[in-house]
């Protein structure tokens, strides 16, 4: 699986826009992109995944660059529930069962 | 449906002494996963079982052993603990196919070894 970057840690004002970026330069053609994000000491939840095209479900969106070289996750309105760590993940879907977690970013969403 | 449900949740062990970490899902998921995560780091896999009956090493399965019951279940066991096994511990599953990178984690099991 590709290795991804993010920043360790960000902040956002509440009611805000938080865009949390990756990078995956050295994605490949069959891998897809995850976000997942981790609040308190809780279990990962899942987030939202894409291959090249832009994805929204009613948690975020994601934007993935046409080169697909690096990806945003965009939390629209964060709230206070938002702080917490979130991964980006890149692997294939088929013939790889593995998902492999980096350390994230921790996202604190400010009042 | 209560997803991927993890016992103990909390468990103080000697040194040298075993246990089974359990985990069972409702989801009719065919793949299980566990994880272990230290203080501030990311998810490291230890095993995974992409079906009933088979089983393979992750990044950190030494010290560990698994074992697929069914398709529900699917365990993990420390022999001989060691204060290196201090962690907290996480199951997850998943569907095969389109959506198997959706991974459902239980709530956790934290693990202290004296």
């Known amino acids: 699986d590709a290795k991804t970057t993010q920043p360790p840690s960000m902040d956002c004002a509440e009611g805000r826009a938080a865009n949390l970026p990756c990078n995956h330069s050295?994605?490949?053609?069959?891998?897809?992109v995850y976000w997942y994000r981790q609040i308190h000491s809780q279990g990962p939840q899942y987030i939202i995944h894409g291959l090249k095209n832009n994805e929204t479900n009613e948690m975020a969106s994601l934007i993935i660059t046409e080169d697909r070289k690096s990806s945003t996750l965009i939390l629209p309105h964060a709230t206070l529930r938002d702080t917490a760590v979130y991964y980006c993940?890149?692997?294939?879907?088929?013939?790889?069962?593995?998902?492999?977690f980096g350390t994230g970013t921790r996202l604190t969403i400010i009042p | 449906n209560a997803g991927v449900t993890q016992t103990p949740k909390f468990q103080v062990l000697k040194t040298g002494q075993s246990m089974t970490l359990q985990c069972a899902q409702d989801?009719?998921?065919?793949?299980m996963y566990w994880y272990r995560q230290d203080p501030g780091m990311g998810l490291r896999l230890i095993y995974y079982s992409a079906s009933e009956g088979t089983t393979d090493k992750g990044e950190v399965p030494n010290g560990y052993n698994v074992s697929r019951l069914n398709k529900r279940e699917f365990s993990l066991r420390l022999e001989s603990a060691a204060p290196s096994q201090t962690s907290v511990y996480f199951c997850?599953?998943?569907?095969?196919?389109?959506?198997?990178?959706?991974?459902?984690f239980g709530e956790g099991s934290r693990l202290t070894v004296l």
């Open positions: 050295t994605i490949s053609g069959n891998e897809y």
């Open positions: 997850a599953s998943s569907e095969r196919g389109r959506r198997t990178g959706e991974l459902f």
């Open positions: 993940i890149v692997r294939a879907n088929f013939g790889n069962e593995k998902l492999t």
């Open positions: 989801m009719n998921h065919n793949s």
